[in-house]
Each structure stands twice: as C-alpha cells, then as structure tokens.
C-alpha cells in the first residue's frame, strides 16, 4: 500500500539490528556540463572492507555533475601528481587517498584534492573512524569534494528512510543516501506508509496499520522508541512536520471526511485547518514554515493547493491536467515536485514554487513520493521498473537518473533527511 494507493482509495515493531538490502545503483543520462574527476583507489582500502574511492565516484556521478577519469596505477594523498600527465588524461580534478589501520582498531581515512587545471592543492583530511562508519567517511569525502569544487553543499552523508515489501513483511529503514547500509525502523506484516523526517533529523513520523487501522506514529531514529500521536476514530494520514520540529500536520477523518488538522508534535493542541466536504489530503510545509501545500478534490479532480500554514483561503498551484497529487517543496523554497496523471501512467513532474513552467522530467508509468535532497538539487521518488518496485534520483531537469534496484524486495516511500548528521 502506497500513498498515490492510499489516496486512490480515498478519492473514487521493534527496532532491530542493521542490516539488508544492498542496492545496485544503475546511473543514466548526461548532463549539459560535466567536471571531469580522477578518483584513484585509496591506498590499502581493500584491507578495509570498502570500497572507499568506488563510493565516492559513486556519490559524485549520482549527481549529474561529475564524470570519472580512468586513475590508473598506486598513489596516496602524499604523492605529488604529474599536473601536466593528469591534464592529458583529461581530468580537471584528482582525488588521492589512503585507509590505514590503528592500534585501536579503528581506520584512519585520508585524501587530498587536486585542482589539476590550476595545479593547485585544495586540501584534504583525515577521518578517523570505526569499521562501521567507513562509509559514512567515504560519503563525507565526497561531501568535501563537491563543495570544493562547486561551491555548495554535498548531500551524500545525508540519510534516506524507505519501505520494502517481501512477501507480507512491510519494513521501514533508515539508510544512507545510496540506499546503502543502516538500520531496520520497523518491521510488520501490515502495511507502512508515509515516513517523514524530523527537521532535525532524530525522529520519523510515519503511518503504520500495524492494528489493522491506519495510526501515525513518531519514533526516534537512534533508540528505536516512538509514540503515537494519532489514533483517532476512522482514518489518520499524511504526517508532514513544521520546519521548526513544534508541529505536524496530518489527515484525519475522525469527524467523517478527510480534512486537514494540526498538532504539537507530541500529538496534543490539535486543531483542524480545513473545514471543506472536499478530501483534503498531503499536506507539505513551504519552508519558511508560512503556507502549507496539500492535494484537494474540491475543484472536482485531485489538485495542489496552497494556503496560510494555520488555515485560511486555499489557491490552487498545479495545472497541468486533471489529476496531481503527493506536492513535496525544495528545502530553498524555488521548487516544486508532484506526480501528475498522464496517459494513464503516473510521472513526476517539476515546477516553480507558485506551480508555474511545470515540466514532467519522467518516462515511467508509476512514479510516487518525490522528496527533495537537503540541498535541493536532487529528488527521490519511487517508481516500478523491471517488474519491481525501485527508488529512483534525479536532477531537476530530468538529464541524470540512477536507479537504486535491490534484489528480491520492492521499495516504496522514500524521503530524504536533513543535513546535521
């Protein structure tokens, strides 16, 4: 069960070990400029057990932005590369590294960046971590490798929250950004839907029908412990959070249709928004935290509203046909994404925050749940391909996709963290 299922409907656990699934990231696509990188595989990284230059070329080809340069032979971040043979290999930039292993056990994790079309050094680091966390160094790596070389933030240390489905086991997971590593949220044989970070990234509001009724729930990502915050008669839905962590706003059906609602973020002072015989459903903060977006049949077919975030006159925002649903807002507030009905498949669409110059960037038939990257040049959204239900990225313009396929389970309801991990 999904949202766009879930909404379909409407309209006509414990926490455990990491662990699971490994994804095969399939990358397409070529985007109008690409910075060219050399990534030379980190001296001693397979004594480790990572990859850790294969996960940085990863990262930064997922992008859209980069393309690799073949880095052949042995060096490290103390070598002082040839600019000159380095340029005739046509990379603009050179990533050295190494993994070494402490007396405590722990793997000191080193690089240094080369600006090699000015032969200058750009810097590097060293990352002492445990085994467990040699990924995440590998994703900070690329982090500092994006930013020196674009000037804005890398999302690659970021994490991702998804549902897989095996059979009758619903499981919602908390991964890196790659889909890669993590930890198991919740398992059940009943359906999970709707996760939602917190702005501050330690707690997820989800919906679980894990008592055979749909109940939102908020549970911290660390301990594993959770609260409800609405079980209320008839249906509770659609958790979307504040960008300053105080509220959430949800849908509830409890005083007969579906209609908007807001709540502290602990489940008390509840207060309803709309007051419509229209379903009222999706809500999304802008994130100055002003207007709240959300999907409406009252005009007759589902469509995107906005309106004041504590209730008010709605505007409707999307027209590009007859069925637009699951609004998700860039974290810089210029855009817009949602899934738009078309030809009886379902693509997701991109616009400019008011709903204007939309532009469907998709050529699947079953695209669900957009969520935008922290930095917001990247979106996530769920989508079925090669007879599975897989995640996706793509950049806004729809140039550079990577397909996330995992084997054996189907993936649905994805949402990217914040920063501040």
Do not use: C
């Not at 480790?48 to 996960?55: L, M």
């Not at 397909?403 to 309801?413: F, Y």
């Amino acid at each position: 069960m999904t949202r766009r299922r879930t909404l379909l409907g409407a309209l006509g656990a414990s926490f455990a070990l990491p662990g699971l699934a490994q994804f095969r990231v399939e990358i397409s696509g070529v985007g109008a400029t690409q910075l060219p990188v050399a990534i030379a595989a980190f001296r001693d990284e397979d004594r480790s057990g990572q990859s850790i230059s294969g996960i940085v070329r990863a990262d930064l080809e997922r992008s859209g932005l980069f393309r690799s340069v073949d880095a052949p032979g042995a060096m490290d971040e103390t070598a002082n590369p040839a600019v000159a043979e380095w340029r005739g290999r046509g990379a603009d930039a050179l990533l050295l590294g190494s993994v070494t292993r402490l007396a405590d056990g722990r793997f000191d994790v080193r690089y240094k960046l080369w600006d090699i079309v000015k032969g200058a050094d750009l810097g590097g680091q060293s990352l002492p971590v445990v085994a467990g966390d040699l990924r995440l160094a590998a994703h900070r790596i690329a982090d500092a490798v994006y930013e020196k070389l674009t000037g804005e933030r890398g999302v690659f240390s970021t994490r991702i929250a998804y549902v897989t489905r095996t059979a009758n086991r619903h499981t919602l997971r908390v991964t890196d950004a790659d889909g890669e590593g993590g930890q198991v949220a919740l398992a059940s044989p009943e359906p999970i839907i709707s996760p939602a970070w917190s702005p501050d990234g330690r707690e997820l509001a989800y919906v679980s029908f894990e008592t055979r009724k749909a109940v939102v729930w908020v549970q911290d990502v660390a301990s594993g412990h959770r609260r409800q915050v609405a079980n209320f008669r008839g249906s509770n839905s659609a958790p979307a959070w504040s960008p300053d962590g105080s509220q959430l706003s949800v849908t509830l059906s409890r005083d007969g249709g579906s209609q908007l609602f807001l709540m502290g973020r602990d489940g008390g002072n509840l207060r309803r928004i709309t007051n419509t015989m229209a379903i009222d459903t999706e809500p999304a903060f802008s994130p100055d935290g002003r207007s709240l977006f959300f999907v409406s049949d009252r005009g007759g077919s589902p469509q995107i509203y906005r309106m004041p975030a504590s209730g008010g006159n709605a505007e409707r925002v999307s027209f590009t046909g007859n069925y637009n649903i699951s609004p998700a807002v860039s974290p810089d507030g210029r855009t817009m994404a949602w899934v738009t009905r078309q030809n009886g498949g379902f693509r997701l669409v991109v616009a400019d925050s008011a709903g204007g110059n939309a532009q469907t960037i998709t050529d699947t038939s079953a695209d669900e749940s957009p969520s935008f990257a922290p930095n917001s040049r990247l979106i996530i959204y769920a989508t079925r391909a090669q007879g599975r239900d897989v995640l996706m990225t793509t950049t806004l313009d729809g140039k550079i996709k990577a397909r996330l396929l995992s084997s054996g389970v189907d993936v649905r309801e994805p949402v990217w963290g914040p920063y501040g991990r």
